[in-house]
């Protein structure tokens, strides 16, 4: 659920935005350093629209305030695998205004790198599971972390029966022991 205070700081920076929209094409012209955007002006107003309903649709104004502490508590229980095929799900499900596409047809990122970039929340993606999930995003993927005990045994265990059960193991490495006896991490 969307914490109350993201949901209004987005609707008073969208409603903002969708105010200045006529200077959309200008601003992104600025952002990117590429004036195509003013010479292609109805296009470019046309796109920003769209830019600012996928923005919506995707909550990622609001998203921000809660991803970090989202993420810092999925990483516990997922790790994120799998690198990017350029296939731009993920840049506001292919709506982003500074979205081009190369020859090939993958996509790429017109602001990649620059001052502003750093600023978004595609220079954090994937962060969580959850945005794995939001923009369908075939090239990466969320998977969840086993504890030792419970891949080794089948179940979950209190430390003390699963340091008893390490030891009668000849699968474990007598490091895990170790590591368990000594109450370090077995969460991978």
């Known amino acids: ?4 205070l993201g949901r209004v700081v987005e609707t008073i920076v969208l409603s903002l935005l969708w105010l200045v929209l006529p200077a959309a ?26 830019h600012l309903q996928a923005m919506g649709r995707a909550e990622v104004i609001a998203r921000r305030f809660y991803n970090e502490k989202r993420a810092a508590a999925q990483s516990v229980s997922h790790r994120i695998e799998g690198e990017c095929s350029h296939c731009g799900q993920c840049c506001l499900y292919e709506q982003c205004v500074f979205l081009d596409r190369s020859d090939d047809g993958r996509s790429k990122c017109r602001i990649y790198g620059n001052w502003f ?46 340091r008893n059960a390490l030891v009668r193991s000849p699968r474990v490495h007598p490091s895990v022991v170790n590591a368990v006896e000594s109450g370090a991490s077995t969460r991978t």
């Open 1 to 4: 659920m969307m914490q109350p």
């Open 25 to 50: 094409p200008l601003m992104a012209a600025g952002v990117a350093m590429d004036f195509s955007y003013v010479r292609h002006y109805r296009a470019t107003l046309r796109q920003c629209a769209k």
């Open 117 to 162: 970039f750093g600023f978004l929340s595609c220079a954090e993606y994937p962060m969580t599971k959850d945005d794995i999930e939001l923009y369908e995003c075939p090239s990466f993927r969320a998977v969840p972390r086993r504890d030792l005990a419970h891949a080794r045994l089948g179940r979950s265990v209190i430390p003390v029966v699963v």
